[in-house]
């Protein structure tokens, strides 16, 4: 893990981050700003295998509501100087689209995404309920008035 430089600003608001600790993880979350979280190479796997989802601080972590971001700025890695943070979706299902650093293998998620991502890699098993079959109904016998059914086969037969 790579050492963590003093006053990393949010590739997303340009705030500067702080830093969480989550489990054995260092994380690098914008406090305040817009409430993204950096994870270095591993460190989502880790988190996301190691810590229960919603124990974590990262539950904690607030985003300003009147802080407005621009969705089209280029987002730079905070560990590599100039590179240029790659969009990529994590999977169809989730519709997160994770900035990725090409080089460091680095990612930044937007406030929400990661709670996203847990809920598809972690679903929630929910407990078995045991349906008790009903018997189906018993179908209703008509009774057929074949002196009817003759009447009406007439009918027909004297029309052509």
């Known amino acids: 893990m790579s050492s963590r430089p003093t006053d990393v600003k949010c590739p997303a608001c340009d705030r500067t981050l702080i830093e969480l600790v989550v489990g054995s993880v260092r994380l690098d979350v914008c406090q305040g700003g817009c409430g993204g979280v950096w994870f270095d190479a591993t460190e989502l796997a880790k988190v996301n295998q190691d810590i229960p989802s919603g124990t974590e601080p990262l539950t904690e972590v607030s985003q300003t509501a009147l802080l ?65 079959a009903r018997p189906a109904p018993k179908p209703k016998t008509i009774p057929i008035n074949f002196g009817v059914i003759q009447q009406v086969q007439r009918l027909r037969v004297s029309r052509y």
Not at 70 to 77: A, I, M
Not at 97 to 125: F, K, Q, Y
Request: net charge positive.
């Open 68 to 132: 407005n971001l621009d969705e089209q700025r280029t987002r730079k890695c905070i560990r590599c100087q100039n590179v240029k943070l790659e969009r990529k979706l994590f999977s169809l299902g989730s519709g997160v689209i994770m900035d990725c650093c090409p080089h460091c293998g680095g990612l930044w998620l937007d406030h929400g995404e990661l709670e996203s991502i847990r809920a598809e890699t972690n679903p929630v098993r929910r407990p078995a309920h045991h349906v008790v």
